[in-house]
């Protein structure tokens, strides 16, 4: 869910350019002798569509926080699982360790009696 | 608003901010590009000469291409600053972040202790007969100034015996004649397997 509004606003980011982008359009090409109107419509359409989005995503996002926001910071924490996972995998590394002086030391006692 | 809830100020008021902010951005990135729009329309001459409207248009259109910019910038800072906001104080989200992180390290963790545990149940049973060969090999031997607690107390009910004296010269004996085998049959009563002796002088 956070990763969902998160990216809906790196979404709103790229809107924000498109805006911009379709008003230098707009006015570069209105800068020519000869004017490409199918080109200016949908240029502006673009750029009304694209406001709009940024204006209402935005409007959202900030009635979404005025709702869930309250003014104490978050106290949770995944230290604790995280601590028990590491000490599992440190078990399982310890006893990869001992398996492995012992498979060395059985192959030392067969080298020894082969000679 | 029905669902409207008391915020501390400091919260309510930086939210009515970022809503002025938004607000403001949009409205300027329309005012300015309507009025470029509008400036762009050639016009009879007016007042003042041709080349002086020209002037003026060319630099209010530059003015008001700036303020459209400004406005893009403001509105990227503010979408920054709601980003910030969401991770900060969006509490279902981060929750939610924190249970899903919980449970995939509960699953690696169990996987884990899962995997040892039948790990040591297969190697158990080699386990078992490594000790048998080791406390029946000659690595398995102790020093009989060194002995362990178990050894020592089992010579001592030995001796302290009505056939200590018999067995103790018997011990004697056996001790001259193997002591390897004696220690080895110790060492199985000290290994707790209980298994026969299998060396006998």
């Known amino acids: ?115 | 608003m029905a669902n409207q809830r008391v915020l501390p100020q400091s919260k309510e008021t930086l939210l009515q901010n970022y809503n002025k902010r938004l607000k403001d951005d949009i409205r300027s990135i329309m005012d300015n590009f309507t009025e470029i729009i509008k400036t762009a329309k050639i016009e009879d001459e007016t007042q003042v000469s041709r080349p002086t409207q020209a002037e003026q248009d060319h630099y209010e259109m530059h003015v008001r291409a700036a303020n459209i910019v400004r406005a893009g910038e403001s509105l990227m800072k503010l979408v920054s600053d709601l980003k910030q906001f969401l991770i900060l104080n969006d509490f279902p989200s981060v929750n939610d972040a924190i249970s899903q992180q919980n449970q995939q390290l509960r699953a690696l963790q169990d996987e884990c202790d899962k995997k040892l545990t039948s790990l040591r149940d297969e190697i158990a049973v080699d386990l078992y007969e490594l000790e048998e060969e080791y406390y029946s090999s000659s690595y398995g031997q102790w020093n009989s100034t060194d002995l362990p607690l178990c050894e020592a107390y089992r010579r001592r009910d030995s001796w302290a015996s009505p056939d200590g004296s018999s067995s103790s010269t018997q011990d004697d004996r056996e001790d001259s004649d193997g002591t390897p085998s004696q220690e080895a049959n110790a060492q199985h009563h000290v290994n707790g397997h209980g298994t026969a002796s299998t060396e006998k002088p």
């Open chain 1, 1 to 115: 869910m956070a990763n969902e509004r998160l990216r809906l606003l790196e979404e709103v980011e790229k809107e924000i350019a498109v805006v911009l982008q379709c008003a230098g359009n707009i006015v570069l090409e209105l800068s020519k002798d000869k004017h490409n109107a199918s080109l200016l419509d949908r240029q502006l359409v673009q750029f009304q569509t694209s406001i709009n989005r940024v204006e209402s995503e935005l409007s959202a996002q900030i009635r979404y926080l005025t709702q869930v926001a309250t003014g104490q910071p978050h106290e949770g924490s995944t230290y604790s699982t995280r601590k028990d996972c590491q000490m599992s995998l440190n078990r399982a590394e310890y006893a990869k360790v001992k398996l492995g002086e012992l498979g060395r030391t059985c192959e030392a006692m067969l080298e020894q009696q082969q000679i």
